[in-house]
């Protein structure tokens, strides 16, 4: 064909005329399954129950096990320093939120109680914000179509929310993984389909079909990308 260049007395053809320059052409990513499956799926009902049992220390517990899990896969990590400042000043408080039932204070001291309980209240809202938000940009990033996290359910709701939100991100990446795998089951692709130029991609690896789609020129060689594409399919 015409648009084939021999470079056998070319070797140093002009860009324009190279099959092999770089495409111009952004190549997008599947959605990534394995984001959000780094959370574990657990009911948001128990969620609800266990904090209501432990009068709202699951809660805490598991804010910091999200955190933890979040830091030991993500680059974008919650402050360990503020995690830890945060456990102390709620295990302070919800201490001395008891000590009037055995103590009996002046009115200066409980006031350092509702202080430190306010304090401890407000830094765990903090907490929960800084944790939607890095979810939020996990969502965004991962495709998940359509899932937004509210900041209103957030600080009404916060872990009971939040883990809602973690399931139903899980399950909308389990459709899409399964939808990709039935696409891959589905394409059926023949080696004469692979043919074009005198060049038979059925031959090539999936390595050298990579190295061939980002040095072509998709704008100039369309048929041939097409191919290579096509041939890409059989390693996906």
């Known amino acids: ?3 084939d260049v021999d470079l056998t007395t070319n070797p140093n053809p002009p860009v324009q005329a190279n099959p092999y320059s770089a495409p111009d052409s952004e190549i997008i990513p599947k959605a ?7 959370f574990e799926r657990f009911s948001a009902w128990f969620v609800f129950l266990l904090s209501i049992v432990t009068m709202g220390i699951y809660s805490v517990y598991w804010v910091y096990t999200r955190s933890k899990t979040y830091n030991t896969k993500m680059t974008d990590q919650i402050s360990d320093t503020f995690i830890i400042s945060a456990l102390v000043l709620y295990c302070a408080s919800f201490v001395m939120s008891y000590l009037p039932y055995f103590i009996d204070g002046s009115e200066d001291f409980e ?3 509702l202080s430190a309980s306010f304090t401890s209240g407000v830094v765990n809202i903090v907490w929960f914000f800084m944790l939607r938000r890095r979810i939020q940009d996990m969502l965004s990033s991962s495709n998940h179509l359509g899932l937004h996290l509210s900041a209103f359910m957030t600080f009404f709701f916060n872990a009971i929310y939040l883990q809602y939100k973690i399931n139903e991100a899980i399950d909308v990446s389990g459709q899409i993984y399964d939808y990709q795998e039935t696409l891959k089951e589905e394409v ?3 080696d004469s ?3 074009i130029g005198g060049i038979d991609y059925s031959k090539y690896s999936k390595s050298e079909l990579e190295d061939c789609l980002q040095n072509i020129d998709e704008f100039q060689y369309p048929e041939r990308v097409k191919v290579i594409k096509l041939a890409m399919t059989r390693y996906n």
């Open 1 to 3: 064909m015409s648009e």
């Open 111 to 113: 006031l350092m109680i």
């Open 32 to 38: 990534d399954r394995h984001n959000m499956m780094i």
């Open 193 to 195: 389909e692979l043919l």
């Open 188 to 190: 059926v692709v023949d």
